[in-house]
């Protein structure tokens, strides 16, 4: 049996490249001479860099920046490229601002910046990059990309002319005025391109506040503060740029940054798959594939808009490939990915626990739920067999 493994990470747990693993270990545990591909999945958050690095033969920087609660903290971009082709810089935002970033006790998006991803910015620049690859997922940030704007020069003043010192979403409140003058020159001489999910908007009733802001720590009273903040932030750039981001498909990337980099920096916005599939060439590996398992932190109703359990069970589907999806929860409205081209899905909680105790016995969970999955096909393949069999001699 030929079986592909395209799992997400797990979020604060895994990272892709982990899973990928513990699933392969699981599955060779009962079928030992099968064939195992793995291919770790990205889809613009946390692994992206490392692995957009690995397969163009690019190399890590190292880079400490301001992290989303002020502090700084180690991060990291990627260079590939030569000459002939020019640089490519490969940022992860979540490298920078990402939700595992931000200390539990301080998880409030209104006060949480985008500072390090500008800096990341600049780094690369500095570098000699021709063309910047920006990954938006994983974020612990709604601060529409102000506050990576600002540490590449821009302006953000109140009622007064005073500048603001963007320190989260809830600073926006308070911004009247923008100003770019500042800005690096050298963002007009690089090709910005963003991969995101297409789905998520900035506001409205599918804003980011409203949707991911209690995910990053908010209570309802401050995702009202966060919306009011993020709608008068587009209506400034609206009357300052001629641009209206608030419905434009990925402007909600990242808590916002898809906005804020595409009316900012010039920045260009792509369904995150357009951009990662130009890399990873999923598509060969599934014609030469009988079962494909892929892996997520969770499945719900969110699941189809984006995420990569569905984009894998979409690609796989064309070939008439059976899915099957381990996840860590499973949520309100899972059984919708059943129409999604997900054949099967479980979690791989093997009883009662807390959030702390999945982290802490992910990889183990991860590894003897593939075993179990694998099991469990092969009972069917035996109950398949066998009624064949009774067919052929009936």
């Not at 908010?218 to 300052?240: H, M, Y």
């Not at 792509?270 to 969770?298: C, H, N, W």
């Not at 999604?340 to 183990?364: N, R």
Request: charge should be negative.
């Amino acid at each position: 049996m030929r079986i592909l493994v395209v799992p997400s990470g797990f979020k604060e747990s895994l990272d892709a490249e982990q899973a990928a693993e513990c699933m392969k270990e699981g599955i060779l545990r009962v079928l030992p001479l099968s064939q195992v591909q793995t291919l770790p999945m990205v889809d613009g958050g946390e692994g992206f860099t490392k692995a957009i690095v690995k397969i163009s033969n690019g190399s890590i920087i190292d880079k400490e920046v301001t992290g989303p609660v002020g502090e700084k903290v180690p991060s990291h971009f990627g260079m590939f490229g030569s000459e002939m082709t020019g640089q490519t810089a490969v940022i992860e935002m979540a490298a920078a601002a990402g939700l595992r970033l931000v200390p539990r006790s301080l998880r409030d998006p209104r006060k949480t910046t985008t500072h390090g991803v500008g800096e990341l910015i600049k780094a690369a620049l500095d570098m000699g990059a021709d063309r910047i690859l920006l990954g938006c997922g994983d974020s612990g940030t709604s601060d529409g990309g102000a506050g990576m704007a600002q540490a590449l020069g821009a302006k953000f003043l109140d009622a007064s002319g005073q500048e603001i010192r963007i320190e989260g979403g809830i600073s926006l409140a308070k911004v009247t005025n923008i100003d770019v003058s500042g800005m690096d020159k050298r963002l007009k001489q690089v090709q910005i391109d963003v991969a995101c999910n297409w789905f998520n908007k900035l506001c409205g009733e599918n804003g980011v506040a409203r949707v991911f802001g209690p995910q990053k720590g908010a209570t309802p009273e401050q995702v009202v503060e966060l919306e009011k903040a993020l709608e008068q932030f587009a209506s400034i750039i609206e009357r300052d740029f001629g641009i209206d981001v608030r419905d434009m498909p990925g402007s909600g990337a990242s808590g916002g940054l898809g906005a804020g980099l595409h009316a900012l920096t010039g920045a260009n916005l792509y369904p995150r798959y357009d951009i990662i599939m130009k890399y990873i060439d999923l598509d060969r590996m599934l014609q030469e594939t009988d079962l494909v398992f892929t892996a997520e932190g969770s499945i719900d109703f969110q699941t189809p808009r984006g995420k990569i359990p569905v984009e894998v069970a979409k690609r796989a589907k064309k070939h008439a490939l059976p899915v099957v999806a381990l996840v860590g929860t499973v949520g309100k409205g899972a059984r919708l990915n059943y129409e999604h081209g997900i054949d099967a899905y479980t979690s791989i909680l093997p009883m009662p626990s807390t959030l702390e105790e999945a982290f802490m016995h992910a990889q183990k969970w991860l590894t003897d739920c593939s075993e179990s999955s694998m099991r469990t096909i092969m009972v069917g393949l035996q109950l398949a067999n066998r009624l064949m069999a009774k067919e052929q001699v009936s």
